[in-house]
């Protein structure tokens, strides 16, 4: 398969096209309580990808059949803005953006403790405002923060990021061109203190071993990912 | 809900399955090849109850912009009615689209289709092959049942007869060209209840499972999609077990590949 616009390379010299090295991820940061309408929210930035999410509820379930009399639910909706990538992305759902939302609320969910909340709905809006690979990795950090900055009861943050392989090497958070042009994408969330993954796709071509080393590199990854979310939180609601 | 998710723990953290399985055991699996004569090709996979066709369509179409020189390819699902009292109508719902999508991941990722053969016209003319899943009755594990279907369908679905300087197309006439396939990749999706993993879910088994995952590996053992679902998590350890074990897994049903 030839795809316009493919470099001839996504690793020169040792270094990724970025100037990165192989384990190393994009510059994060993380701001929680943007969105005053929202009972919580969050940004992130991760390189160029840029995420926002708000946190609604608990509130009433719509439609309301859908309601559980036990314990809440989490709806999760994705969307990316028409402007976030190079050719105008159509607004409105997509079958990508369905099916990434139907992950993220997966993700999410085993950290909440619903039972608090029976009969409502939880509701986490992430819009991507600039994709630069890695979009629901970012989206998932976000929304756990705003989840958090929302004062929902939770067991845990939910962390996140992608693991990957560009011209035969692993590599750590891959962007554009290794994501478009390189041989895989293994998007992981992972739950710190249970060291539990809750959101796990993969696309391209991995043997178990490599899959076995990526896991091991993500996780490291996911640790500092949660030391810049919980410093979010604390940034929110320090005394100033 | 609470008593059969009880009862399914209960017998699942014995080692066993409800209908007498072992716990990395597939149904019995019945394959038709072909037996829906309008389309370029089919299978019809029984996998247990559960029973899905799936047919293939190739017409003439424009390529992707970003990737001039390939053809098309496309995968549906449909989960209408007809199969479960769960299947409502209306637009297709986030688990029609999943199911499409992982198996689309499998045989795109598995580049199972040779789509640089598929081109007329670089930029202009290509053939898109659309392959369309149809559940009709749904008991558990439509994405192995689906992703196998899929690709014995395309394994035997044939061109349409086009003639290149009249660009003239029949539709109706199959000629005897084969569609390239290079690969063969099958898909093995596992449940897990409690810290119990188990192969080729039921659909009862699928109403109280916390999670779910599906692998779908390549002849060599390489692993070329996979899609965790449901709400529940996976350890490390447990995943690397499941990707090394999914090539045997993946063996014996791709013996059934024809």
């Given at each position: 398969m030839v795809k316009k616009?493919?470099?001839?390379?996504?690793?020169v010299k040792g270094k990724?096209?970025?100037?990165?090295?192989?384990d190393q991820m994009r510059d994060v940061s993380i701001k929680a309580g943007?969105?005053?309408?929202?009972?919580g929210s969050a940004e992130l930035s991760l390189g160029e990808t840029k995420v926002i999410a708000a946190v609604y509820g608990p509130r009433e379930v719509i439609?309301?059949?859908?309601?559980n009399p036990e314990k809440g639910i989490i709806k999760c909706v994705y969307t990316m803005a028409s402007?976030?990538?190079?050719d105008r992305n159509r607004p409105g759902p997509s079958r990508r953006s369905v099916e990434i939302s139907k992950v993220m609320a997966e993700a999410l969910?085993?950290?909440?403790?619903?039972?608090?909340?029976?009969?409502?709905s939880i509701d986490v809006f992430v819009e991507v405002?600039?994709?630069?690979?890695g979009t629901r990795t970012a989206a998932i950090n976000a929304a756990s923060v705003a989840l958090a900055d929302a004062g929902i009861e939770m067991n845990d943050l939910v962390t996140s990021i992608a693991g990957g392989k560009a011209d035969g090497q692993l590599i750590l958070d891959l962007f554009n061109p290794e994501d478009n042009y390189g041989e895989a994408d293994l998007p992981i969330a992972y739950l710190?203190?249970?060291?539990?993954?809750?959101l796990l796709q993969m696309d391209g071509e991995l043997t178990p071993a490599e899959i076995e080393k990526l896991l091991k590199m993500i996780k490291k990854a996911c640790e500092e990912l949660y030391k810049k979310q919980k410093n979010a939180l604390r940034e929110r609601y320090k005394l100033k | 809900m609470k008593i059969l998710k009880s009862h399914l723990k209960s017998v699942i953290s014995k080692g066993?399955?409800?209908?007498?399985?072992?716990?990395?055991e597939y149904r019995d699996i019945k394959i038709e090849v072909?037996?829906?004569?309008?389309?370029n090709g089919s299978a019809r996979v029984r996998l247990g109850n559960t029973d899905v066709i799936v047919g293939v369509k190739i017409e003439l179409g424009e390529p992707f912009p970003d990737t001039p020189e390939d053809g098309v390819q496309i995968v549906n699902a449909e989960l209408n009615s007809i199969a479960s009292p769960d299947f409502e109508e209306g637009p297709p719902r986030p688990e029609a689209i999943e199911l499409a999508r992982v198996v689309d991941r499998g045989i795109r990722e598995g580049k199972?289709?040779?789509?640089?053969?598929?081109?007329?016209?670089?930029?202009?003319k290509v053939w898109c092959v659309f392959m369309d899943i149809y559940p009709?009755?749904?008991?558990?594990n439509l994405f192995d049942a689906s992703a196998l279907a899929a690709i014995i369908a395309l394994k035997n679905a044939r061109f349409p007869k086009y003639d290149k300087k009249t660009d003239e197309i029949k539709y109706d006439e199959l000629t005897n060209e084969k569609l390239p396939i290079k690969t063969t990749p099958i898909l093995n999706t596992y449940g897990k209840i409690n810290n119990s993993i188990f192969l080729d879910p039921s659909s009862s088994e699928e109403k109280v499972l916390d999670a779910r995952i599906s692998v779908a590996t390549l002849e060599n053992g390489n692993v070329c999609a996979m899609q965790k679902g449901e709400t529940g998590t996976f350890t490390i350890d447990e995943i690397n077990k499941i990707t090394k074990d999914s090539k045997k897994y993946a063996e014996k049903l791709r013996k059934l590949v024809k």
């Open positions: 616009g493919q470099p001839e390379k996504l690793i990724r096209l970025d100037g990165r090295g192989f943007v969105i005053p309408e929202a009972e439609p309301k059949h859908l309601a402007f976030a990538t190079p969910t085993p950290v909440v403790n619903l039972e608090k909340y029976p009969k409502t405002t600039n994709a630069n690979a710190p203190r249970t060291g539990e993954v809750s | 066993k399955r409800d209908d007498g399985r072992e716990l990395v072909n037996p829906i004569q309008r389309a199972a289709i040779d789509t640089g053969k598929l081109c007329i016209t670089p930029g202009e009709m009755n749904a008991d558990g």
